[in-house]
Structure formats: structure tokens, C-alpha cells
């Protein structure tokens, strides 16, 4: 039975100020939230704030991105073991947001993965169709792709180290979300990929969606057999609509 995981992805928000209220939000929820695993991605400079503020307690944070190298001459790069060093146990890997303004390839993104497992990181990893992809009806191709540049990397052992995250890139930030259908089917087709390399990888593995979930579509997402959580942006912003999504997510058997 794998265990449902709720990640906010706070992309490039947030401050001092309203980081405190939102953690401070969010840690007075968590003896509410016992089925659940949360953790919150931060940009590097709140790192510290969310290791002080969460440290002790059953919210787990991380980042966003980081380097394949673990030191050198990479000016405005922060590596695995300085993620480490903030207590991260996450880390978002090829977010659509990176790969389409071409930071990132599929080997680059592959090779991150491999560089965060590498430390004991925990990769998130982002995978998804654009628009015009979705409807050529090629969501599949496109997700085994991605998938495939990681596993021919790490292996599927190595992947189950981490967690893969399905994102549409027409869902995201559009409150569009993928019908729970949709999502399903997907899901089920990277499951059914993964059981013919290794059937208890498969099973273990989390899978998230992630694409405009907010508090009136969680609770449907969150029923599909296959969708173990979520990978949540603007609904993360603020704690009046995160938390709901977390507690809907803490409601699935
Ligand atoms: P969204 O973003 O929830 O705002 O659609 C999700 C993500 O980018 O991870």
C-alpha cells in the first residue's frame, strides 16, 4: 500500500514574512494529516527557513532544482550535498518550467536524478505532454520518453529511489486540470512500463499528479487507483488552499 504524498512546489514565491505563515499554517495541520507524507519545495534562499522552522516535526522540505556537479566552477549553481546540508530530503528534477525554456534535456535531467540518488536525495520527477502533444494524442510517447532518459541512466533500482510526478504542461498554472480520467490512464500506462522492468518498483513507486489541483478537484484525482498524490503550485501559495488539498489526499484509504 503505498502511502499518499502531498509536495508543495512553491516555484519563485513567497518571502520571509509570508513563508513563516504558511509553514507556521501547515505545522499547526500536520497532527490532522496521519496517512499523509507533505513536504515543501522553497527557492534556495528559504532553505533555511523552512530547515528551522519544519526540523523535528513530519513536514519534510526541499528544492527545487540543483546541479548534477557536487563542487567546481559553476557560478550560480548550488550542488547535491549543499541541499543536504539544509536537511532537504526532496528535490524537483525536470519541472516543465526548466525543460521548456531549454535549462534542461532529457540526459541533463536524468543526470540530476542520478546526482540526487547518488547523495540519498529523493528526485521528484517531472514528466508531461504540451498542448499540441496532448492532442495529437502522443501523452504517451512524450511521458516514456522522459522517463526512459532516467531509468537508462540509474536503472529501474535507481528509480524507485525517487518519485515520479505526471504534469501535463497544459494543466499547469492554467486551472485546467487533467480530467482524473486522463491522469489515470497515463499513470497506469508509466506503472505498467515500470512492472515489466520490475514489478515491486512498480508497485512501490509513488506516482503524483501534478497540474491545477486545487481543494474542488483533489478529492477526485486522489481516488484514481494509480495517482498517490500531488505536486501542487498555485495551490500552494497560501494555506487556505493547500491545506484542504492535503487533507483531502489524508481522506483516501
Ligand atoms: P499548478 O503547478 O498547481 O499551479 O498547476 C503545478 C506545478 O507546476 O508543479
Redesign the pocket.
Known amino acids: 500500500m503505498r502511502r499518499k504524498l502531498v509536495i508543495a512546489?512553491r516555484?519563485m514565491y513567497g518571502s520571509i514574512p509570508d513563508n513563516q505563515a504558511f509553514l507556521k499554517g501547515l505545522l499547526h495541520e500536520t497532527c490532522a494529516l496521519k496517512n499523509l507524507d507533505c513536504a515543501v519545495c522553497v527557492p534556495y534562499p528559504y532553505l533555511y527557513q523552512a530547515q528551522t522552522m519544519l526540523a523535528g516535526s513530519s513536514i519534510a522540505w526541499g528544492a527545487q532544482n540543483m546541479s548534477c556537479h557536487e563542487y567546481g566552477p559553476y557560478t550560480g549553481s548550488v550542488s547535491p550535498s549543499m541541499l543536504l546540508e539544509f536537511g532537504c530530503e526532496y528535490v524537483i528534477i525536470g519541472?516543465s518550467?526548466r525543460r521548456r525554456r531549454g535549462y534542461e534535456s532529457d540526459n541533463s535531467a536524468a543526470e540530476r536524478f542520478e546526482a540526487a540518488i547518488k547523495v540519498g536525495l529523493k528526485p521528484v520527477f517531472?514528466v508531461g505532454e504540451t498542448l499540441e502533444e496532448h492532442k495529437a494524442g502522443y501523452a504517451h510517447q512524450v511521458t516514456i520518453r522522459e522517463l526512459s532518459a532516467v531509468i537508462d541512466h540509474v536503472g529501474v533500482m535507481g528509480l524507485a529511489q525517487g518519485v515520479l510526478?505526471y504534469?501535463p504542461i497544459w494543466?499547469?498554472?492554467?486551472g485546467k486540470s487533467a480530467s482524473p480520467e486522463h491522469a489515470q490512464t497515463v499513470l497506469a500506462f508509466l506503472r505498467g512500463h515500470i512492472a515489466s522492468l520490475d514489478e515491486s518498483v512498480a508497485e512501490n513507486i509513488r506516482i503524483l499528479y501534478?497540474?491545477?489541483?486545487r481543494t474542488a478537484n483533489a478529492k477526485e484525482l486522489f481516488a484514481m487507483p494509480d495517482i498517490d498524490g500531488g505536486?501542487?503550485?498555485?495551490?500552494?501559495l497560501n494555506t487556505s488552499d493547500f491545506i484542504p488539498i492535503c487533507r483531502a489526499a489524508n481522506a483516501i484509504d
Request: proline share 0%; aromatic share 0%; glycine share 20%.
Open positions: 512546489n516555484k519541472h518550467e517531472c510526478a504534469e494543466a499547469i498554472g492554467t501534478g497540474g491545477s489541483v505536486l501542487i503550485g498555485s495551490a500552494s
